[in-house]
């Protein structure tokens, strides 16, 4: 890490007095926090690989068939008609994510987010595989090119390409499903020109963000971190440094020669600046909260160490709110969380509703293109076309009829139907003419066809209006 980083709050960690970007390259670092960390993201890789391969039904748990415009969520089938419940799914994750940061600050960042458990557990582990711990890592990016530097680099970056490309494929096995994925991996790119395009481009930029954007995704794209300020106070749990003990920073062991003197009065904090060379985004945490803190908790079990080598009480840095660090009293439940709990709750009513009643079938009515009536001997005809779609997971047989009873009075509806049965797969759809005939002289303005659709015992009855020319 270049000696140029401000340590104040003035300025951003990853960016030298100079104004030139600053590459952090955290030291290894070891703790009850790192453990966990190590199993959770691992935990959060394997359920992202293994979800494709899960069947429910006869689709995958997850499956976004963009050709078909369906989407399968855990043995529900929705179509593009049903994209607004991504609105209820969205605003679901957005209200857990600004309760979870009301709590307890960012701990998505640090332990559940993309960004970071890819970083921290593929992309950094093969470069401390390759290029050694960290000073080694410093000293090799300042050194002259040679034959070892540039096999070292060569090994590395391929390494990291084949692990994008890895992570890629996952990804497209979503839209794609293993099925179809496989052999288009296996052929030749001219005959799946759009799914190559798609990997090569998101290959190449997980390849860029993991070698050389790295945490500038988290401090200037990202919108959350920015958040922090609103969605946080006083009682949210953060990472924190507790300046009452630490403050004045000093080495208490008395040097030979100090026998009898007085020495001066110093914290806990020896100040051997290891929470800071073992941070990811580079920053002091000493200097209180910043916007590039992640959560990730590397400094707590680096200070922890050191801590514990020194015979001294840990938690010097630790998960505590402001209060708390202050030696005040924190609330955990105050007002903000009723109101945001309280926005959660009615997002999820509304979902939970719209899912219940949600029909397992869709009918429309479509008037056929052209004339909306035709006037022939005597007599009015509508056409029209019903849409029939099946919105279920399993297949339909649709069947559609007219019922003599709903006549209007004084109307003479003869409606011919060609097909009055059609079997439908899961999340089909295909339209069935109708005609709709009625004498001239009983037509009325208003009037309207009704007419019936049954699927596995369940009915729908659409309306259709019934036009003809001006009465005079």
């Given at each position: 890490m270049s000696k140029d980083v401000p340590k104040t709050l003035d300025h951003l960690g990853v960016i030298n007095t100079d104004g030139s970007r600053n590459h952090p390259c955290p030291a290894d670092v070891d703790g009850r926090f790192t453990k966990a960390r190590f199993w959770s993201r691992w935990a959060?890789?394997?359920f992202f690989a293994v979800l494709p391969w899960i069947q429910i039904g006869d689709h995958p748990a997850v499956f976004i068939d963009i050709p078909r415009r369906s989407f399968f969520l855990f043995g529900f089938a929705f179509n593009a008609q049903d994209f607004f419940f991504f609105f209820f799914f969205l605003s679901g994750l957005g209200f857990a994510l600004i309760v979870i940061s009301a709590l307890f600050g960012r701990l998505w960042c640090g332990w559940a987010c993309p960004?970071?458990?890819?970083?921290?557990?593929?992309?950094?582990p093969i470069e401390r595989w390759i290029d050694g711990p960290r000073n080694k890592q410093l000293r090799m990016r300042d050194a002259p090119w040679t034959t070892?530097?540039?096999?070292?680099?060569?090994a590395k970056h391929a390494f990291w390409i084949v692990m994008a490309f890895a992570i890629t494929h996952i990804f497209?096995?979503?839209f794609i499903s293993l099925e179809r994925l496989w052999p288009m991996m296996l052929s030749s790119p001219t005959e799946n020109w759009t799914a190559f395009l798609w990997m090569s481009v998101?290959?190449?930029?997980?390849y860029f963000n993991f070698w050389w954007f790295r945490e500038q995704l988290c401090i200037v794209i990202c919108p959350y971190g920015r958040m922090q300020s609103a969605l946080q106070d006083d009682n949210t749990y953060i990472i924190g440094y507790d300046e009452l003990r630490g403050e004045p920073r000093g080495k208490k062991k008395a040097k030979k020669g100090d026998e009898g003197k007085a020495l001066p009065v110093v914290g806990d904090c020896v100040d051997c600046n290891k929470c800071v060379t073992v941070c990811p985004t580079g920053i002091d945490i000493r200097n209180g909260l910043q916007l590039e803190c992640i959560?990730?908790?590397?400094?707590i079990d680096a200070c922890d160490d050191v801590m514990s080598k020194l015979g001294r009480k840990p938690g010097l840095i630790r998960y505590d709110t402001r209060h708390g660090l202050d030696g005040e009293r924190s609330e955990f439940v105050r007002p903000r969380l009723f109101y945001y709990l309280a926005a959660g709750l009615l997002g999820l009513t509304v979902a939970t509703f719209w899912i219940t009643t949600r029909h397992s079938f869709e009918a429309n009515v479509l008037r056929v293109q052209g004339a909306p009536y035709v006037v022939e001997n005597a007599r009015v005809t509508n056409r029209y076309m019903l849409h029939l779609v099946n919105k279920g997971n399993e297949q339909r047989t649709f069947k559609v009829f007219f019922k003599a009873e709903d006549q209007e009075l004084g109307s003479?509806?003869?409606v011919t139907i060609p097909i009055k049965e059609v079997t439908l797969?899961?999340?089909?759809?295909?339209q069935v003419p109708v005609v709709v005939e009625e004498p001239q002289l009983l037509y009325k303005k208003g009037q309207q066809v009704r007419l019936h659709v049954t699927a596995n015992d369940r009915e729908r009855v659409v309306f259709a209006p019934f036009l003809g020319p001006q009465q005079k």
């Open positions: 959060l890789i394997a960004q970071t458990v890819f970083l921290e557990a593929v992309f950094r070892e530097k540039v096999l070292r680099r060569a497209l096995a979503y998101i290959t190449g930029v997980l959560g990730c908790a590397n400094c003479g509806f003869a797969e899961a999340l089909a759809s295909q």
